[in-house]
């Protein structure tokens, strides 16, 4: 089955120009792939690379969208800005934004004005910590229920989700999740999908993994784990690196 391997930038690189090296580097392991879609997620003023560079073989996406559709909105970037840009799918929900304060309420707003405009979002979820009793998972189940509220089961095959323990992101990660704890999440997250739409509409939707992934805990994701695809933030910053992840996933597909 293909993956969908999605890099996530978040506030680098530091120039335009090494941003542009970045997508032309990555582009270049990206030349045979077919079945597998790779999706790079620049800062917004790094986006117009992408369609100056005429990038192929990479879809592109963006860290983040407006709750508004257009209009005064100081800072904002709506889903038609992101739209002339060619950019395909949004994150919605990274744990980023939520430790800024964005809620439940807004990241529903969001999926909504995304999928209003034919864009795609992908949804974070995860944790902040495991405990004992299984807590943790009502936790989950909750931010699911909370980002889906109003959207249809037709519009679900526009939604990638992708579980990412906050306790396994960036450098301080406490540690790597290992492929049970994902493989146990991804069923309950398909248990919920399917509570909430149905079996067949919860088994098409791709539930990928994030949280300080390299070429060597991907393959273990992505065959042990079936992981329908991989978030990836610092390993995406160097395409060596990168690029050994895509070539597990090409392996993989
Ligand atoms: P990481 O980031 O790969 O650096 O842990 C993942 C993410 O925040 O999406």
């Known amino acids: ?19 542009e090296t970045l997508f032309q580097q990555i582009a270049i392991f990206c030349k045979n792939f077919k079945e597998n879609k790779v999706i790079i997620c620049p800062s917004f003023p790094h986006l117009y690379i992408y369609k100056k560079l005429k990038i192929k073989k990479i879809l592109l996406g963006a860290q983040d969208v407006s709750v508004k559709a257009e209009g005064a909105s100081t800072g904002e970037v709506s889903p038609t800005i992101l739209k002339d840009m060619q950019v395909q799918y949004v994150i919605v929900g990274h744990s980023e934004r939520r430790m ?6 807004v990241i529903n707003k969001k999926i909504i004005n995304l ?13 902040k910590k495991r405990d004992h009793d299984g807590f943790f998972l009502s936790y989950v189940r909750e931010q699911i229920k ?11 095959k526009n939604i990638i989700i992708t579980y990412e323990p906050v306790w396994a992101i960036g450098e301080k990660a406490e540690r790597e999740a290992t492929v049970s704890e994902f493989i146990e999440m991804k069923i309950f997250i398909k248990k919920t999908l399917a509570d ?15 949280g300080s992934v390299n070429s060597i805990n991907a393959r273990s994701f992505l065959i042990e784990g079936q992981a329908d695809g ?23 597909k």
Do not use: T
């Not at 999928?115 to 944790?127: A, R």
């Not at 909370?146 to 679900?156: H, Y």
């Not at 067949?200 to 994030?210: M, R």
């Open 1 to 19: 089955m293909s993956k969908i391997i999605i890099a996530n930038w978040k506030m680098n690189p530091r120039s335009q120009k090494e941003a």
């Open 115 to 127: 999928l209003k405009f034919n864009l795609k979002p992908i949804i974070c979820i995860g944790e």
């Open 196 to 210: 909430l739409y149905s079996s067949k509409i919860a088994h098409s939707i791709p539930i990928i993994y994030g």
């Open 100 to 105: 800024m304060k964005e809620d439940d309420d």
């Open 146 to 156: 909370s980002s889906l509220i109003g959207i249809s089961g037709a519009n679900m």
């Open 230 to 252: 991989l978030l990836i933030g610092r390993d995406s910053l160097n395409h060596k690196k990168f690029g050994a992840i895509l070539e597990v996933a090409q392996e993989n």
